[in-house]
C-alpha cells in the first residue's frame, strides 16, 4: 500500500479499520531489516502509545488468536536479560524493546515538554488526530537530521549507499479542522495528487472495512453494519467521524471550548457510578418533563497538592422513558427517586447523610420547573431499605421553608439560567482553559478499557545482586453496561460542548447558546449542567483562597501582636 521511502504518511481510518494492526507490523519490519533503526510511538496520552506498543509485544510473543501463521523470528531477535525475560520493558516512562542489530522502539507519553531533543529514523503518531499541536512541534524535529548524514575518516559521502530516509507516520480517525492532524491530512494530499513521492495519504472508511476482499475474494468483515447503525443513533457526528472520515467543523473563534482544549483533559478511566472510598462529589441536574433532555452529570472533587481542587467527570445519566415511543423523559417523581438514589450511591456507606456530597445543583428554568422540583427534596424521605434520610434545601432561595423542614440539609443549589447562565459558561471556559477539569476518553465501543497499573517487581543481575524496578502493566477492565452508558454520555456531553458558542450581542449583553446549525439537531443539556459543575469548581477554588488568605492575615497579626 505505501513505499517504503514515503517519508510523510497520513492513514485517516475508521474505527476497526487496523490502524494499529498497520502500524505494528510495520515498525516490526523496518526494526528487523534496518540495522540501527529508532522508532518513536507517541499518542496525546501515555496509555494509548503504550498500547500500540503492546500489539507489537503481542504479535511478537503470539499471543493475538485471530492471527494465525505468525512466527518467532522477531521474538528471537530481541535482546533479553535476567530483568527482562520477554526482550520487552514496561518502564511507566516508556515501553522500550531493542534487537540485536540494535534497533529499538519506544513509547513516549503525551507531556511535550519531557520529549524534546532525541533522534528518530520514524515517528509514529497513533491517534493523531486527537494529540495536541504542541506535542507534534516538540516531536517532529526527531527526525531533521538527514539520515544519508555522515562525517569523520576522509571518506566521500557520495560512494556511500543511500541511507532509507527518516519517516513520519500519522495514524488516526477523524478528528476536527482545527487540529494539527487535519492540516497536515489536507496538505500532503494535495501534495501526493500532484505527484510528490514524499508523500502518501489513506482515506480508509468503514465502507472499506465492511466489504474486504483476500486475493480478489470476499472476506467475512471485521465490522458490523449493526455497530455503525447503533453509533449514528447514539452520537452521530462522533459516529460520521469515527467510522466515516468525516472532519467536524469547528466553530472558530465564537466557539466556548475548543475540542482540542477537552482532547488535553481526557484520560482513560473507568466511570465512577458510586463512592467506593472517602471521596467527594457534586450533581449538576438539569430537570424536564415533555420535550427537553433530563439529565445529570456528576463530578469528583479531589485536592491536587500543587493547583488546589480539581473535579474529575466520572458520570452522566439520562432520564429517558425507554417505554415511550418518542424516548420523552420519565415522570419527575420517578425521576426525583433516581437522583435520591444516585446520592446515596455518591455518598458511598457507613457516611452521615451527605457527608461526602459536597452539593446537588438544579436547573431552575422555568422549563424544567426546577423550584417545583425542589419541593420533593425538602422533606425527609425514606429510601428503598426502608432507612429514613434527611431532606436536602437551598436557604437562600427557599428561605420560606427553613421553619418547616429545619431538619433538611442546606447543599441543595437552584441555579437560575437568567441569574447564573453567562457566569457558569464562563467559569467553565475558566476551568477548562486551566486544565482544571478532566473527561474520560472517547469510548471506542469495545467493551473494555485497558488501564496500566504500576508495580513494582525484584529480580537478580548478571552478579547476583538484588534489585528493583517500576513496571507498567495493562490489566482489561471489562466495562458493565451501567459504565458503558456512562462513557456514552460524557461522550455525548463533550460534543455538546464543542458545539456551544459565546455572542457578544449589541446591548453589551453575552449569551451562550447552540450553533444556530445545531440548534433542531442536538440539546445542550448536559453542556449545560458542566457548567453548573464548572462553576461550583470556580466557586470552591475561590472560596479556598479567600480562607487562605484570611488565615495568612489572621497568622500576620498574631506575630506582630
Not at 548524514?149 to 507516520?169: C, R, T
Not at 427557599?398 to 447562565?421: E, G, H, Q, R, T
Not at 528493583?468 to 455538546?496: C, G, P, R, T, Y
Request: hydrophobic share 35%; charged share 25%; proline share 3%.
Amino acid at each position: 500500500m505505501m513505499s517504503w521511502v514515503t517519508p510523510f504518511n497520513v492513514w485517516c481510518q475508521s474505527r476497526s479499520s487496523g490502524k494499529t494492526t498497520l502500524f505494528a507490523p510495520f515498525i516490526m519490519t523496518k526494526s528487523m531489516l534496518v540495522p540501527n533503526y529508532q522508532t518513536y510511538i507517541i499518542s496525546g496520552i501515555g496509555s494509548q502509545s503504550q498500547e500500540t506498543f503492546l500489539k507489537i509485544e503481542k504479535i511478537a510473543k503470539k499471543e493475538i488468536s485471530s492471527f494465525t501463521g505468525l512466527t518467532d523470528v522477531f521474538y528471537n531477535e530481541t535482546i533479553k536479560s535476567s530483568a527482562n525475560r520477554d526482550g520487552f520493558t514496561h518502564n511507566p516512562a516508556s515501553f522500550k524493546y531493542q534487537l540485536f542489530n540494535n534497533s529499538a522502539t519506544n513509547s513516549l507519553n503525551g507531556n511535550a515538554e519531557g520529549i524534546r531533543s532525541k533522534r528518530a529514523n520514524l515517528i509514529g503518531f497513533d491517534e493523531g488526530g486527537f494529540i495536541p499541536a504542541e506535542l507534534y512541534v516538540s516531536a517532529m524535529p526527531f527526525i531533521t537530521q538527514d539520515s544519508n548524514f555522515k562525517l569523520g575518516g576522509n571518506v566521500d559521502m557520495s560512494l556511500l549507499p543511500k541511507e532509507f530516509p527518516n519517516q513520519v507516520i500519522m495514524a488516526s480517525s477523524a478528528s476536527s479542522t482545527d487540529t494539527y492532524f487535519w492540516e497536515r491530512y489536507k496538505e500532503y494530499s494535495k501534495k501526493m495528487f500532484l505527484g510528490d513521492n514524499r508523500y502518501f495519504c489513506a482515506d480508509i472508511n468503514a465502507e472499506i472495512v465492511l466489504n474486504p476482499t483476500y486475493n480478489g475474494k470476499k472476506y467475512p468483515a471485521l465490522l458490523r453494519k449493526e455497530v455503525i447503525d447503533d453509533a449514528m443513533k447514539d452520537n452521530k457526528e462522533k459516529a460520521l467521524r469515527e467510522y466515516y472520515n468525516k472532519f467536524s467543523t469547528e466553530g472558530g473563534e465564537n466557539q466556548a471550548i475548543k475540542r482540542s482544549v477537552i482532547i488535553r483533559n481526557s484520560e482513560t478511566r473507568v466511570p465512577i457510578l458510586y463512592n467506593d472510598g472517602n471521596k467527594k462529589f457534586v450533581l449538576a441536574y438539569d430537570p424536564a418533563r415533555s420535550y427537553d433532555g433530563s439529565v445529570c452529570m456528576v463530578g469528583e472533587i479531589y485536592l491536587d497538592e500543587e493547583v488546589g481542587y480539581k473535579m474529575r467527570i466520572c458520570n452522566g445519566v439520562s432520564f429517558v422513558d425507554v417505554s415511550k415511543k418518542k424516548k420523552t423523559p420519565m415522570r419527575t417523581p420517578e425521576q426525583v427517586d433516581f437522583v435520591k438514589q444516585m446520592l446515596l450511591d455518591y455518598n458511598g456507606q457507613q457516611s452521615a447523610d451527605y457527608e461526602n456530597i459536597e452539593a446537588i445543583l438544579i436547573d431552575a428554568g422555568a422549563g424544567g420547573g426546577g423550584h417545583i422540583l425542589a419541593d420533593y427534596f425538602m422533606e425527609d424521605w425514606v429510601d428503598h431499605q426502608g432507612k429514613p434520610h434527611k431532606g436536602l434545601i437551598d436557604k437562600i432561595e427557599s428561605s420560606d421553608y427553613i421553619s418547616k423542614f429545619p431538619n433538611a440539609v442546606d447543599k441543595l443549589k437552584l441555579m437560575n439560567p437568567k441569574k447564573y447562565k453567562v457566569e457558569m459558561y464562563d467559569a467553565l471556559v475558566e476551568m477548562m482553559g486551566l486544565d482544571l477539569i478532566s473527561f474520560t476518553d472517547e469510548y471506542d465501543m469495545k467493551g473494555y478499557l485497558n488501564i496500566f497499573e504500576n508495580t513494582e517487581i525484584e529480580y537478580q543481575d548478571e552478579k547476583n545482586n538484588k534489585k528493583k524496578e517500576i513496571q507498567s502493566n495493562a490489566k482489561v477492565h471489562k466495562l458493565s453496561f451501567d459504565e458503558e452508558l456512562a462513557l456514552k454520555n460524557i461522550d455525548l456531553a463533550k460534543e455538546e460542548l464543542v458545539n456551544i458558542f459565546r455572542y457578544d450581542n449589541k446591548s453589551g449583553s453575552v449569551q451562550y447558546d447552540l450553533a444556530p446549525d445545531k440548534k433542531s439537531k442536538m440539546q445542550d443539556d448536559r453542556a449545560y449542567c458542566l457548567a453548573m459543575l464548572g462553576w461550583y469548581l470556580q466557586q470552591l477554588r475561590r472560596q479556598n483562597i479567600v480562607n487562605r488568605k484570611n488565615n495568612d492575615a489572621d497568622w500576620l497579626s498574631y506575630c506582630f501582636y
